[in-house]
């Protein structure tokens, strides 16, 4: 009997150190200064690991969180590239220069109608209609979207802001010809409303938050009052998808849990993220505290919803032909959009 019970403690502390070699090992390979995200992925080898390119956009999004704290999975190595540009990010994504990025939800369809079928969306966020709206000068008589009547509005007609303004002028019961539609983007868009060009200015956060604390300027409307979501998806190319699924599913855990964990540390996440994207830390902080709480799952209703907003952005002349929603999301990533553990509770 005592040869059994030393034979079986013998097993338990091999395995122990087996254990423990292992973790050391995951220690060893994660980059200096990498936050690691929790739990490993079926199919992944920290000994030989998958490498994901990963485009960070500045204008919104989670993404250049993840690069201000290099988030590392076991078995992933993660290479970040910033574009301050959008346009250049889009660009490098579209020749396959990168595995994943952020963008909006009406890009994510016109990249997957562009490509036939082969960009799709592997996470999406929650709504975040509060991180975009509609500014006036601080000093202006307006007070509502209808009283900009025959003023200039100031956006981009390829975005979802143009089917929100729609929206916004069938609710005033206007006509779209009762404005004048200014198309400008980046800096000089700002510049334009911040010289007084245009009367109202349709931007989002982080800009939105820094253009208010600079001037002054006034929000009378937001996603809300458009009845838009502006959902930020996070797309990938099919071949990625097949070749690398089990890195990307790493990947949406780790955003997953890197949107909890700036939720619950909003002064932290501005110290770290201001300087990546030359943003104040006030206007970073406000950004997240009234955008998305974290990624969803794409399920029926998501799948509903989504179809009836494409359907309308195909109506509004944005999208040059239909897309199916079906197609456009999948829904093979649900497992990895709670943070770790959320699901056991």
Not at 138 to 143: A, E, I, T, V
Not at 282 to 299: E, H, P, Y
Not at 330 to 342: D, Q, T
Request: proline fraction near 4%; charged fraction near 20%.
């Amino acid at each position: 009997m005592k040869l059994v019970q030393r034979a079986a403690r013998r097993q338990i502390l091999l395995a122990l150190s087996c254990l423990v070699t292992a973790a050391t090992w995951v220690a060893l390979l994660a980059p200096a200064g990498a936050q690691s995200a929790s739990g490993a992925v079926a199919g992944l080898d920290p000994a030989a690991p998958v490498t994901l390119t990963v485009g960070v956009p500045r204008n919104f999004g989670y993404l250049s969180t993840l690069w201000a704290r290099n988030v590392q999975v076991p078995g992933v190595t993660i290479e970040y590239k910033y574009f301050p540009n959008f346009i250049d990010m889009l660009t490098a994504f579209n020749a396959r220069q990168l595995d994943i990025t952020e963008i909006g939800d009406v890009g994510a369809a016109q990249s997957f109608a562009a490509s036939k079928g082969s960009v799709r969306v592997i996470a999406v966020t929650q709504p975040n209609a509060e991180n975009t709206g509609l500014l006036v000068a601080k000093d202006s008589p307006y007070k509502s979207f209808a009283d900009l009547k025959g003023k200039q509005l100031l956006f981009l007609k390829s975005t979802n802001t143009y089917l929100g303004v729609k929206n916004q002028i069938a609710d005033a019961k206007l006509k779209e010809e009762d404005f004048k539609i200014v198309e400008l983007a980046g800096p000089s868009a700002v510049k334009a409303f911040q010289t007084g060009q245009i009367e109202g200015y349709y931007t989002i956060d982080p800009n939105m938050a820094d253009v208010i604390e600079k001037t002054g300027a006034r929000l009378i409307a937001t996603g809300v009052d458009m009845r838009i979501e502006n959902l930020y998806p996070y797309v990938s190319h099919q071949k990625v998808i097949e070749e690398k699924k089990a890195a990307l599913q790493a990947f949406v855990q780790a955003l997953s849990d890197t949107i909890a964990w700036a939720q619950a540390n909003p002064d932290e996440q501005a110290r770290l993220v201001a300087p990546k994207i030359q943003f104040a830390e006030s206007a970073i902080r406000a950004t997240f505290q009234r955008g998305a709480k974290g990624l969803q799952k794409i399920d029926d209703g998501f799948y509903e919803r989504q179809q009836r907003n494409l359907d309308a952005l195909l109506a509004a002349g944005v999208l040059k032909q239909a897309v199916s929603a079906r197609d456009l999301y999948l829904n093979s990533f649900n497992s990895s959009v709670s943070p770790a553990g959320e699901e056991a509770k």
